[in-house]
């Protein structure tokens, strides 16, 4: 494991880069890591910049493989697309979600959202809505409390039936939004036409503020359009104080990153709750 930052550790595979053989090993093993519970997750707190109060928990899955050790979703998220594992897995993660939300509101925490990545490829299968809605009534929480994250590439597929099913959900009245923002191709006039309410500024661009003069102003001009056509900014993966300030001086709503936690086990978010909470 290599330390990453105070408190935050991050296990990885000496290359990042894996051989056909390798995929192909991994994906094996991964075939059976729901049955046998190798799979976990971890929360991050979402912070609302102007007031710091706690916001949401971003949901990031962990696999412990014992044959691999902790690979990171970077690696095995991709396997599981091509594989199609991706949609049990997925409707684990969802389901598991719910549940942890279930459980924040039993500690006060009704409002605090739980916000879950959501692959291109479950959205593409047909009973998709049907399970989120499954998971959302098993759980017994509103469906408001419910985050999906889904990026850009949902429009390559099928632009018609991807729409189409989003604005279902948020009828059913669970909340979207776009994930990874800048990192593809589309203008944020072209995806206005996603039902999403909320969009997340990727890290590689938060990571520009500081070294990046034309980067800043992108991040700000994209704050700025997202507020004119009524949609609430994330910033992910903010690490420094000149980040923050940065940020606040834009006015981005909400702030994810290491500066304010790491993802957190659910023990350790329950009392992130309690510690910013309103008395
Ligand atoms: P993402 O959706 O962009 O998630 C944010 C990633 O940035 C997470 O990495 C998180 O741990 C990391 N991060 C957050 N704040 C900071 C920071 O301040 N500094 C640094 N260096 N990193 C930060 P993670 O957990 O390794 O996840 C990687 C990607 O794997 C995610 O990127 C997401 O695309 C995918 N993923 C994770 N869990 C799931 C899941 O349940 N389903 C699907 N479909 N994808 C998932
Ligand atoms: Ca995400
Ligand atoms: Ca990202
Ligand atoms: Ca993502």
């Given at each position: 494991?290599?330390?990453?930052?105070?408190?935050?550790?991050?296990?990885?595979?000496?290359?990042?880069?894996?051989?056909?053989?390798?995929?192909?090993?991994?994906?094996?093993?991964?075939?059976?890591?729901?049955?046998?519970?190798?799979?976990?997750?971890?929360?991050?707190?979402?912070?609302?910049a102007?007031?710091?109060?706690?916001?949401?928990?971003?949901?990031?899955?962990?696999?412990?493989?014992?044959?691999?050790?902790?690979?990171?979703?970077?690696?095995?998220?991709?396997?599981?697309?091509?594989?199609?594992?991706?949609?049990?897995?997925?409707?684990?993660?969802?389901?598991?979600?719910?549940?942890?939300?279930?459980?924040?509101?039993?500690?006060?925490?009704?409002?605090?959202?739980v916000?879950?990545?959501?692959?291109?490829?479950?959205i593409?299968?047909d009973?998709?809505?049907?399970?989120?809605?499954?998971?959302?009534?098993?759980?017994?929480i509103?469906?408001?409390?419910?985050?999906?994250?889904?990026?850009?590439?949902?429009?390559?597929?099928?632009?018609?039936?991807?729409?189409?099913?989003?604005?279902?959900?948020?009828?059913?009245?669970?909340?979207?939004?776009?994930?990874?923002?800048?990192?593809?191709?589309?203008?944020?006039?072209?995806?206005r036409?996603?039902?999403?309410?909320?969009?997340?500024?990727?890290?590689s661009?938060?990571?520009?503020?500081?070294?990046?003069?034309?980067?800043?102003?992108?991040?700000?001009?994209?704050?700025?359009?997202a507020h004119?056509?009524?949609?609430?900014?994330?910033?992910?993966?903010?690490?420094?104080?000149?980040?923050?300030?940065?940020?606040?001086?834009?006015?981005?709503?909400?702030?994810?990153?290491?500066?304010?936690?790491?993802?957190?086990?659910?023990?350790?978010?329950?009392?992130?709750?309690?510690?910013?909470?309103?008395?």
């Amino acid at each position: 494991a290599k330390k990453e930052s105070k408190d935050c550790w991050r296990f990885y595979t000496e290359k990042m880069q894996i051989d056909a053989y390798e995929k192909m090993r991994l994906t094996g093993s991964l075939r059976h890591a729901l049955e046998r519970n190798e799979f976990s997750l971890v929360y991050q707190p979402q912070i609302s910049a102007t007031d710091r109060k706690l916001i949401g928990f971003e949901v990031l899955l962990r696999w412990n493989s014992p044959e691999y050790g902790n690979v990171p979703p970077m690696q095995f998220i991709p396997l599981a697309e091509q594989s199609g594992l991706i949609n049990s897995i997925g409707m684990w993660v969802l389901r598991e979600s719910c549940q942890f939300a279930r459980r924040l509101s039993e500690q006060g925490g009704s409002d605090i959202r739980v916000a879950v990545n959501i692959s291109s490829k479950q959205i593409a299968v047909d009973d998709f809505i049907v399970g989120v809605c499954n998971a959302v009534n098993a759980a017994g929480i509103d469906p408001q409390q419910l985050e999906l994250e889904i990026t850009e590439s949902v429009l390559i597929q099928s632009m018609e039936d991807a729409i189409g099913k989003l604005a279902h959900l948020k009828e059913f009245g669970v909340k979207l939004s776009l994930d990874d923002f800048g990192t593809g191709f589309s203008s944020l006039t072209y995806l206005r036409q996603l039902p999403v309410e909320t969009v997340k500024i990727d890290k590689s661009f938060i990571d520009m503020i500081t070294s990046d003069v034309q980067g800043a102003k992108i991040i700000a001009s994209v704050i700025n359009m997202a507020h004119a056509i009524n949609m609430k900014v994330v910033a992910e993966g903010v690490e420094t104080e000149a980040q923050l300030e940065y940020l606040l001086d834009k006015d981005c709503d909400i702030i994810q990153g290491y500066i304010f936690s790491c993802p957190i086990v659910e023990a350790a978010a329950m009392k992130f709750l309690a510690d910013h909470s309103e008395v």
